[in-house]
């Protein structure tokens, strides 16, 4: 196993107990001098907030850890490509290299949708798409499948009640 799959290997653990508790799973770590410094995962519906994405709890813990908002060491790792809110805090807070495993058709704006690192921006990320790229989609597909099935046997059970009333 390389170190990159280390790192994603971690990132898929977060995104998969955001799974368990009915987040979309997308987990995130940052990665400064080989070691793990901030970690994240999905909680937008638990915590009721747009803001709660994986990499942004992985920066903020990274942040906290080393003191200082700028991560111009660190590498992150995200399960899913980047939406435009996190690309921006990646930007702002300098991250070295981003490596995701699935890409965003809807959101992506590391290169799927957008890419907002082209843009001249102060800062330009590396990009590396594509670490471990199938469990990583995997895990995503899984979810939304179960996620219809469930609604689609909650919309069943609700009419199976209204046809006995």
Known sequence: MTEHEKFMKAAIRLAKRSAAEGEVPVGAVVVCDGEIVGRGRNRREKGKSALLHAELEAIGKACKKLGGWR?????????????????????????????????????????????????????????????????????????????????????????TVQSEE
């Open 71 to 159: 991560l111009h060491r660190c590498d992150l790792y995200v399960t899913l490509e980047p939406c435009p809110m996190c690309a921006g805090a990646i930007i702002n807070a300098r991250i070295k290299t981003v490596y995701y495993g699935a890409p965003d058709p809807k959101a992506g704006s590391c290169g799927t949708l957008i890419d907002l690192f082209a843009v001249d921006y102060n800062h330009k990320p590396a990009v590396v798409p594509d670490v471990l790229g199938d469990e990583c989609a995997g895990l995503l597909r899984a979810f939304f499948r179960d996620l219809r099935l469930l609604k689609k046997a909650k919309k069943q059970a609700a009419q």
